[in-house]
């Protein structure tokens, strides 16, 4: 199956398995493109069989994902009782992060733990005061959600000599090598979520040679993963696609993305299809698809944020979101901390499953009702039966 290598290595039995929004490295970098166009000429389509493949794992993904923790071991949260989680998030104005907050507090009120949040407002200065305060409150865990470690050494290290546990929230691909101090990590496989929207655009096109507008932010830790399984897709494929990557990083996604979409569809009339790493760019990138009059040009991205969501629901230039169910992430992230505050062995993959949407099942999901009942998984059963509580 021609997909990025942690998908092939997960297979299409799992439907690709486990998304996510963020960590901004030192904020005002400028836009520019990485590389320009890349890819074959702009004649011929991909081979039969590749464009069969990528139709079959969109069909795949476009299932509902499963609860991937009934074997894994379980755990006693007695003892997590009375204890303190601090999340520091990269922005607390970002919709994604408030479900995922509020659904840690939710589960982990089951078990008598609280949890604080601060925001982080996308600054390194900000992180570090979020990291300073929950020692200062005598934490038990810090979770820092889309802010990329190794910004932030120096107080985690002052974590580490405090007794207190980090947990890195939407870092890298499962099993991935943490940095020093940090003790686990909640998060999707991004290389499969690149993969996912490449095949969407090979089985949607159904293997033309189109053009590819990729939108990254390399000041986001998960980034490079999510570009390179697209980009691997993509190449194999549809050997002839044509590839643009720009890199727009997160303070400057409200300012620069509209401009940048509209200059790249100018220069390069045969893009049809507009792919920012996350929704959080696809607010501004859609009304530049609009403005641009061609009506040709469709909109992929990652996270099924609801507004997002509506827009492919509502056939309006979004064609495909791979959705990363934020509740569930904000529950796998309560099971971590339990296994951290119990002194039990923390998972390496939480499993938190993807969701390809498209016009083919957008209209079986209510959007008015909670973001957790999109994905058509009781994982919130799941983890009470881990946990022994609520049943």
């Known amino acids: 199956m021609r997909t990025g290598p942690q998908q092939r290595r997960r297979g299409a039995t799992r439907a690709l398995g486990a998304l996510a929004t963020a960590a901004a490295l030192t904020v005002l970098a400028a836009c520019g493109g990485q590389g320009g166009g890349s890819g074959g000429d702009s004649g011929g389509a991909a081979d039969p069989a590749a464009v069969q493949e990528a139709m079959d794992s969109t069909t795949a993904l476009s299932a509902p994902p499963r609860f991937g923790l009934t074997d894994a071991d379980k755990v006693d949260p007695a003892a997590a009782s009375g204890k303190k989680l601090w999340i520091i998030d990269i922005s607390s104005s970002i919709p994604l992060v408030q479900v995922s907050d509020a659904a840690t507090t939710q589960a982990l009120g089951l078990v008598g733990a609280t949890v604080k949040t601060y925001d982080g407002k996308g600054s390194v200065t900000e992180y570090t005061r979020g990291i300073q305060a929950a020692i200062a409150d005598k934490a ?29 929230v939407q870092y890298g691909d499962p099993g991935a090598q943490l940095p020093k101090n940090v003790a686990a990590q909640v998060t999707y496989p991004y290389t499969d979520a690149g993969a996912a929207m490449a095949n969407f655009i090979v089985s949607d096109s159904k293997g033309a040679a189109v053009g590819v507008e990729f939108i990254s932010a390399s000041d986001v830790s998960n980034s490079k993963a999510i570009v390179d399984g697209f980009q691997d897709t993509l190449k194999a494929a549809c050997p002839n696609c044509s590839l643009t990557v720009d890199d727009v990083p997160v303070a400057d996604w409200q300012t620069k993305i509209t401009t940048q979409v509209n200059s790249a569809l100018n220069s390069h009339p045969d893009i049809k299809y507009v792919v920012p790493v996350y929704d959080g760019m696809a607010t501004f990138a859609v009304p530049a698809i609009k403005t641009s009059g061609k009506k040709d040009v469709k909109l992929v991205s990652f996270n099924a944020t609801k507004s997002i969501m509506q827009n492919l629901k509502d056939n309006d230039t979004v064609a495909a979101d791979v959705g990363s169910p934020q509740a569930w992430e904000g529950w796998a992230l309560a099971d971590q901390f339990i296994r951290i505050v119990t002194g039990s062995k923390v998972l390496d993959d939480t499993k938190v499953g993807l969701r390809m949407f498209t016009a083919q099942n957008i209209g079986q999901i209510d959007l008015s009702a909670p973001e957790s009942t999109w994905y058509g998984v009781d ?13």
């Open 140 to 168: 038990d865990v810090i979770a820092l959600y889309a802010i990329d470690p190794n910004l932030v050494a120096g107080p985690i290290q002052a974590a580490a000599v405090a007794g207190i546990k980090v947990i890195v």
């Open 379 to 391: 994982y919130e059963s799941g983890y009470k039966k881990l946990w022994g509580v609520g049943q």
